[in-house]
């Protein structure tokens, strides 16, 4: 985890001033005619984005100039603690929407630097009176931890290191956690994980976290802990499976989402399902053409074993849902055809709650962390149609395939009163401000924001 990027208000912090083009150019305005001078002899424009440091007469840095309106995205502060050298900094009164400045400086400021040196000189942020320090600070802990695991590459993120990760984190929050393992999976009727798992040398498990007060509502997340996905015996071409470490993407959302719901405090009884699996090839690996049975009875046939994903959620739905949860979201990397209709920073979600759902939307908007809700288009429920099994886990033709995934997966859930659907990517491909090129965190922010205001 990157070094720890806030500090408390500081009267020795160096002033962030944000500044637009007419500042810059403007004989009386919020620059000095020196600055303004310095400005141009810089060529900074006072663009959104650009930085400039403003030295002071001993070569100092006196004040730091940031090209920002109040239009811009205030996010995009993030830049800033990716560029600024060392020092203690803190934002002027013309930065707005602050908690989220604040936030974004956070992001922006990660780095994974697990395996190499770390960077001792990162620059650090005052935080502004008046802010929630502790919010600000949950929200940067939980992205950077679900950063974090999804970088760690799977020989040191495997099956064991992600239960340990949630027993870590359930002992810090006093949260009651039970595994079932290997073949105790089959024991207490959960196939489909068993058989994704078996053929790694690590065995599969469904990892069980429970917290809160059992008289409160009911909240029960579930991920896909799939630490590396081989495709198995429908074995990947090199090239997709290069990154194929963050297919537990969605395992590692929810733990986050998890922690902070549970460093909140929020008045729910939370439950987290992580099956847990390498999805590797041996000669016991599950093949196309099986037909798997499932915790919830029905049969299902294997078109493709780089389909494992919703194999695994199949059952983990099934246990969660058996307890009539209020609320039920499931989380995962799960298809490339998500990406395809909407890029890898837009995450689709699906849900038959509109109520929910516009919560979900307005949250979204409101803490700038990107959501697009999509049909559950039950017509479509024909294309998952098998011969010989009550369903085939994948469509038939290559069309909708993350809106028949989802399909699939609604089959397993009839009880809870809403459940919602996650199909992320957990990786930005592009750096922004607030995020550098790896393991992301997509939808969290939102989701505890309309699950804290709904509960």
């Keep these: 985890m990157s070094t720890q990027p806030f500090v408390k208000s500081s009267a020795k912090a160096v002033s962030i001033k944000a500044v637009t083009k007419n500042d810059v150019t403007a004989k009386s305005g919020i620059l000095t005619a020196t600055q303004r001078k310095w400005a141009a002899a810089n060529g900074f424009e ?6 400039l440091i403003v030295p002071s007469d001993k070569g100092e840095i006196e004040q730091v100039l940031f090209g920002y309106s109040a239009s811009d995205n205030p996010m995009q502060v993030g830049a800033l603690a990716a560029k600024l050298p060392k020092g203690v900094y803190a934002l002027d009164e013309g930065f707005t929407e602050r908690h989220l400045a604040c936030v974004g400086w956070g992001l922006g400021g990660y780095s994974f630097a697990r395996y190499r040196k770390s960077n001792s000189g990162q620059p650090k942020l005052a935080l502004p009176k008046g ?5 600000v600070q949950r929200e940067v802990d939980a992205s950077y931890l679900a950063r974090d695991l999804i970088n760690t ?11 340990a990760e949630i027993r870590k984190i359930g002992k810090a929050n006093k949260a009651s956690v ?10 207490k009727n959960f196939p489909m994980i068993h058989a994704v798992g078996r053929a790694s040398v690590e065995a599969p498990r469904l990892i069980d976290l429970k917290w809160g007060n059992a008289k409160h509502p009911k909240v029960t997340l579930v991920g896909k802990g799939v630490i590396f996905d081989s495709g198995g015996l429908n074995i990947k071409p090199g090239n997709s499976m290069a990154l194929m470490k963050k297919d537990m993407g969605g395992a590692a959302n929810t733990i986050a ?20 699996v390498e999805n590797a090839i041996s000669g016991n690996a599950f093949r196309p053409g099986d037909i798997l049975p499932s915790r919830k009875g029905i049969s299902v046939e294997i078109g493709n074993t780089d ?20 609320l039920m979201i499931d989380m995962a990397t799960l298809t490339g055809a998500a990406r395809v209709a909407l890029g890898p920073d837009l995450p689709p979600y699906y849900t038959d709650d509109d109520t929910f759902a516009a919560e979900i939307d307005d949250a979204s908007q409101a803490v700038l962390d990107p959501l697009w ?3 559950l288009w039950d017509p479509y429920q024909k294309m998952l149609a098998s011969k010989v ?11 909708a395939g993350s809106i028949t995934a989802a399909l699939f997966l609604s089959r397993f859930v009839e009880n809870a009163k809403t459940w919602v659907h996650f199909d992320i990517y957990g990786w930005t491909p592009t750096a922004k401000p607030w995020a550098p090129v790896g393991g992301e965190a997509q939808g969290i922010r939102a989701l505890f924001k309309a699950i804290s205001e709904r509960y």
């Design 389 to 399: 099994a009550d369903v085939n886990h994948i469509s038939t033709g290559g069309f």
């Design 131 to 135: 802010i929630d320090a502790a919010a």
């Design 46 to 51: 006072g663009k959104s984005g650009e930085v």
């Design 178 to 187: 039970s595994v079932t393992k290997g073949d105790a999976l089959l024991k």
């Design 307 to 326: 389909a494992e994903g919703r194999l695994i959620l199949g059952d983990a739905l099934a246990l969660g849902d058996e307890e009539k949860p209020d």
């Design 373 to 375: 809700r999509m049909p």
């Design 257 to 276: 989402l998890a922690k902070m719901i549970m460093e909140a405090n929020l008045p729910v009884r939370l439950r987290l399902l992580v099956p847990a």
């Design 153 to 163: 590459p799977a020989n040191d993120m495997g099956p064991d290191q992600l239960e």
